[in-house]
């Protein structure tokens, strides 16, 4: 079983990891989603997310543009980190089983919105 989490607005996937309304959250057997659900994101402060994730047993986190400090925490807890995604949440999941949703590398203090992202 392999637990996906989206950093989300609603049922699309967010620019902004720390700053997503939801996280939509899959789980999978064999490539195909068996049960999904949705998390409000609990609040953002340096280094929570990546710890309250982990503790929900994901192993991959998907988003638009993330903080490369969350990264590294994710990175250290092993939870493989996919950026640069866009669109529907359960089709990035989806895209992402299948093997065809690679990530961006698109760190947020990179991008055009650096201001917005925080750490």
Do not use: W
Request: hydrophobic share 35%; aromatic share 6%.
């Amino acid at each position: 079983m392999i637990k996906i989490a989206v950093a989300s607005e609603n049922e699309m996937v967010t620019e902004h990891f720390g700053h997503c309304i939801n996280f939509n959250i899959f789980e999978a057997e064999n490539g195909q989603i068996t049960k999904s659900d949705a998390i409000a994101n609990p609040g953002h402060r340096p280094g929570f997310l990546p710890e309250f994730l982990s503790n929900l047993g994901v192993n991959v986190i998907i988003s638009g543009g993330m903080g490369s400090g969350a990264i590294d925490i994710f990175n250290e807890k092993g939870i493989e980190v996919i950026v640069g995604a866009s669109g529907n949440a359960k089709a990035m999941a989806e895209q992402y089983l299948r093997g065809s949703l690679k990530s961006t590398g698109s760190v947020c203090h990179e991008h055009k919105h650096h201001d917005q992202c925080g750490e």
